[in-house]
């Protein structure tokens, strides 16, 4: 009987197709790894917590500068036209033109500003008002101050603009964007300083990660080496450390997206109450698919990098005694 | 099955483990290593088991010079071995099933294929109730046939066995020379190193007796002391069988 079965057992070990073994063995592992994690909740979700609260910050930082883009996009619609007439357009010309220009319907109001007028402001305002009296006769134009309607949209106002421009009264037509354009600028200053120490807390989160891995590894030393014993490659024993990085870095990319959602879902009321004030009907943008999918991605990527790094440098250090 | 060509291990601190060793172990023999510790039994498994490397000489196993089997070739090299442990190496935080099954997991063996291999290896150690265990709750006889069961389910041809029955007492220690045996009889090659001459000799297998790393001079050993050694084994021999 004994014999009998010694013989069974010993029966050539057959493998099957190595694509399916291949696939349900990192099944296994993958979910084996999620398995041990589960086994130390509080400390494995200190570990994500971490990991999440620097994907946040970036993160929500960027949502702010994207907030603070969109806002100034529709400041930037909202700017009023100066419309300088050529010099020997009369003030009834120029009126008629200011009314013609006021009935159109990407057109709010227009405010007829005078040669005199304006020469008197300048005066006033510029600081030069001894040495301009001086000058022989009036070197101003008569200006329309042409405010467009709320409704124009970037491509109106270009519109707007060029058609303002191609009347044959008009000689220059100048938009006050300049403040706009700065604000611009110091956002996307801002946005690339967000980039940087985005990757400063990157590799922080590598560093985090690896360092779990490493205690891990160190605590599985044994078991390592048993396997190792009885012939595990290294890929094989590295396997599940790759894959505890990796539910690190998925768990922290979500958990992030949590924290912002929060974050602004606690913030959508105060904003909501201070665009009122504004009457505008602003409302705080989210982070869209593809920024989230990013999020993920990115802690994914760094929970892997981290872990990688972790046991290629110390797992070849593991070898049975 | 084994041959060692003039084989020495150097440590770095000076020590000379084996000096010189040249033995052989034919297809489907069942040898055993005898010796003081420190005469170099387990340097030798060692060698063969490549956890270390010879300073000079040729260990070559099943054909294959174990000089050529690169860093990276251990792992594959290793499958082919199966290795029991005096500490059985078991790991504890999973079953007795999972550690049997851990070598085909490596090699890769379908899932319902290996539950059959487990459960026909736990079967020839007599553990096939106790697969869902830890590997705490079993005895210290059980653990070690469970590491047996591990060294021998993916059907090596060579089984090598450092001490196996060194923490066991004389009953579970014959027994688990039993199983060897058995396996023995289909065709497996065994060395076993283990300093229970008694024990081995109730067996009556091949001895190669280790001294200093070398090999034992026949004739330093004492004719009488011998004699009467083989007297009493048989005699015990007589009353096991």
């Known amino acids: 009987m004994a014999l009998r079965q010694t013989s069974e057992a010993l029966a050539p070990v057959r493998a099957s197709s190595p694509l399916k073994i291949w696939a349900l ?10 398995g041990r994690l589960a086994k130390q909740p509080f400390a494995n979700f200190m570990t ?25 996009g529709k400041l930037e619609n909202a700017l009023d036209f100066s419309v300088y007439l050529v010099a020997d357009t009369t003030i009834d010309e120029a009126k008629n033109l200011a009314n013609i220009i006021g009935q159109r319907a990407d057109v709010e109001s227009v405010v007829f500003v005078s040669a005199e007028e304006a020469l008197a402001q300048f005066k006033e305002h510029s600081g030069f008002g001894a040495a301009l009296d001086h000058l022989q006769g009036n070197p101003l134009p008569h200006t329309l101050v042409v405010r467009p309607s709320g409704a124009n949209t970037a491509q109106s106002m270009t ?22 354009q700065r604000f611009l600028a110091i956002l996307d200053m801002l946005q690339r300083a967000i980039l940087m120490g ?22 599985r030393r044994e078991e390592i080496e048993v ?10 024993v590295r396997r599940p450390f790759l894959y505890t990085g990796l539910w690190y870095g998925l768990g922290g990319g979500l958990l992030a997206l949590g924290l912002v959602a929060y974050g602004l879902y606690a913030l959508d009321e105060p904003i909501t109450r201070l665009a009122g004030l504004y009457n505008s009907s ?27 790094i972790a046991a290629a440098r110390h797992m070849r250090r593991i070898e049975p005694r | 099955m084994i041959r060692l060509e003039g084989v020495t291990k150097r440590f770095p601190n000076g020590q000379e483990a084996l000096k010189g060793l040249t033995l052989s172990v034919d297809d489907g023999e069942m040898v055993f290593v005898t010796g003081h510790s420190g005469a170099g039994k387990s340097t030798l498994l060692r060698l063969i088991a490549l956890i270390e490397r010879p300073t000079s000489g040729q260990v070559i196993v099943d054909g294959q010079n174990t000089r050529q089997v690169s860093r990276r070739k251990i792992p594959a090299y290793r499958r082919q071995i199966g290795m029991v442990f005096q500490d059985h190496k078991l790991l504890y935080d999973r079953p007795v099933f999972d550690n049997v099954a851990l070598p085909l997991i490596i090699a890769g063996v379908g899932h319902r294929d290996a539950a059959r291999k487990v459960r026909a290896a736990l079967d020839q150690v007599g553990l096939l109730t106790k697969e869902r265990q830890f590997p705490e709750t ?26 196996p029955t060194g923490n066991l007492d004389p009953d579970l220690s014959l027994e688990v020379m039993r199983i060897f045996r058995r396996f023995n009889e289909v065709g497996v090659t065994l060395l076993i190193a283990s300093h229970d001459i008694a024990l081995i000799d109730q067996l009556g297998c091949r001895r190669i007796a280790l001294e200093d790393g070398t090999l034992q001079q026949q004739e330093d050993e004492d004719p009488v002391a011998e004699y009467v050694e083989r007297f009493e084994a048989e005699k015990e021999r007589e009353q096991w069988l």
């Open chain 2, 138 to 163: 079993l005895s210290s006889g059980e653990q070690q046939r469970v590491g047996i069961a591990r060294a021998i389910v993916s059907r090596p041809k060579l089984l090598i066995a450092d001490e």
């Open chain 1, 159 to 180: 519109l707007l603009n060029e058609e303002l421009s191609s009347l044959p009264e008009t000689d220059l037509v100048q938009v006050d964007t300049e403040w706009v």
């Open chain 1, 25 to 34: 063995r990192h099944v296994s592992t993958c979910i084996g790894a999620l």
């Open chain 1, 48 to 72: 994500i917590l971490v990991i999440a609260v620097t994907l946040a910050v970036p993160a929500a930082m960027h949502l702010m500068i994207k907030n603070a883009q969109s806002i100034s």
């Open chain 1, 227 to 236: 396997t190792k014993l009885i012939g595990a490659t290294n890929a094989f």
């Open chain 1, 282 to 308: 602003f409302r705080a943008l989210a982070l869209d698919l593809r920024e989230s999918l990013t999020i993920v991605g990115v802690g994914v990527l760094l929970g892997l990098t981290g872990s990688w």
């Open chain 1, 198 to 219: 985005g990757i400063l807390l990157g590799v922080a989160i590598v560093v985090v990660i690896g360092n779990t891995i490493r205690l891990d590894i160190q605590n």
